[in-house]
């Protein structure tokens, strides 16, 4: 999947994700650049990453760069 980073707040790792299949919202949640190459995230950043279902709503995770996750 892929998407581009709409908001991210460093200090408490929350942040949010625009898909671009179908525009919808998904959500960085503390900890979900834990084992990716990120330590931080800028708005606008184009990534590649996968979505985990946890209490009903899903989320970022497996984060990479670009549109080709390298």
Known sequence: MQGVV?????TSGIGTII???DR???LL???SLDGSM???LRQGQRIC???TDEDTEPYA???KFGSDGY
């Open 29 to 31: 949640k503390p900890g």
């Open 24 to 26: 919808s919202e998904v």
């Open 49 to 51: 990453f996968d979505l």
């Open 38 to 40: 990120f330590r931080f």
């Open 61 to 63: 995770t497996n984060l």
């Open 19 to 21: 898909r671009d299949d």
């Open 6 to 10: 709409k908001a991210y707040d460093a």
